[in-house]
């Protein structure tokens, strides 16, 4: 009896001849005894592909087609109470010297703080101009002002939106006072 080798992946023997196969990846005859089931990670491990290859030729299943463990989420509060703290606005306060008798207009960097103090010694009747445009960024269209008037010399302050005398207000030497200013009027809310 002949045996005929179908390439170098099938040693036939004469004695004890075997079954031979198509390899599935190579497309080479092969011994079908030695022949594996190619697998690939799917899901959450191995399964089988269907493909039968001969070991020279199998591929080594790659873990990135595996599922990918995600961690649980945090278990939610049942009765969350969320924080109402909102960005604290700084310290917004400037001192400023108004000595003498002349009327003093704030200067846009000025006029963007909250709390003003005026200090130094008056020798007459002295009017703080606020432009009506200027306003502070956080508080774009009606803004608070606490003023403290810690002028000497017996002369009155007096803080007043400029071009408009109606909203002119006089500033009680020694007290914070609580202001509103919504561009067109000046008014006392509150004074200490």
């Known amino acids: 009896m002949r045996v005929r080798n179908h390439g170098k992946y099938t040693k036939m023997s004469k004695n004890n001849p075997r079954g031979i196969a198509r390899c599935d990846y190579s497309g080479f005859m092969v011994m079908h005894s030695s022949m594996k089931d190619q697998l690939q990670y799917r899901g959450n491990g191995l399964i089988k592909t269907g493909y039968m290859v001969d ?3 199998l591929d080594k299943p790659n ?3 595996l599922t990918p463990l995600i961690k649980a989420d945090p278990v939610p509060l049942s009765n969350a ?3 109402n703290y909102v960005d604290v606005i700084p310290d917004q306060t400037i001192t400023i010297d108004v000595s ?8 846009e960097e000025e006029a963007t703080n909250v709390n003003f103090f005026f200090t130094g010694v008056l020798t007459g009747d002295v009017i703080i101009f606020i432009s009506p445009s200027l306003t502070p960024v956080f508080r774009p269209s009606v803004y608070e002002l606490f003023v403290m008037n810690n002028t000497t010399g017996g002369f ?3 803080m007043q939106i400029a071009n408009n005398s109606a909203s002119k207000v006089l500033l009680i030497p020694n007290q914070t006072m609580l202001l509103c200013n919504d561009g067109y009027t000046l008014l006392i809310i509150q004074s200490n």
């Open 100 to 107: 003498g008798n002349t009327n003093r207009t704030l200067t």
């Open 63 to 65: 873990p990135q087609d």
């Open 81 to 83: 109470r969320p924080d």
């Open 156 to 158: 009155n302050l007096f």
């Open 55 to 57: 070991p020279h030729f």
